[in-house]
């Protein structure tokens, strides 16, 4: 299965935040993100383990309580069910790989499964 980005539907998460769903599979999914400088996502948390790249800009992130900027080409893990927050420094860019596949935040529910 291939999958084209510029084909994708955009899902609006937050103020300037839109994700694309780019599939899933039983053990994990994949999401691309762009963010607006400035725009963020609150302290949240969820069982699945999640992995990401940043592909352009940069993040402040806290993890756990752990803070620090990132910027292209720098990476994060989240473990299982542990606080954490994203802020965009300028126009952001990022995939994440989430394992197990989440379902429980609309509207990435059944989309471009494998």
């Known amino acids: 299965m291939f999958c084209y980005l510029d084909k994708l539907e955009e899902h609006k998460v937050g103020p300037g935040v839109i994700g694309k769903y780019l599939g899933s599979g039983e053990a994990m999914n994949v999401m691309h993100w762009n963010f607006d400088d400035k725009a963020a996502l609150p302290s949240h948390h969820h069982a699945a ?11 402040q992130i ?32 990022a995939i994440d790989v989430f394992s197990p596949a989440r379902d429980d935040v609309p509207p990435w529910k059944n989309q471009n499964k494998y």
């Open 49 to 59: 383990v999640q992995f990401g790249y940043i592909i352009k800009g940069a993040f």
């Open 62 to 93: 806290d993890i756990g309580g752990e803070k620090s900027l990132l910027k292209a080409g720098d990476s994060y893990f989240v473990p299982s069910n542990v606080e954490h927050a994203f802020v965009a420094v300028g126009e952001t860019e």
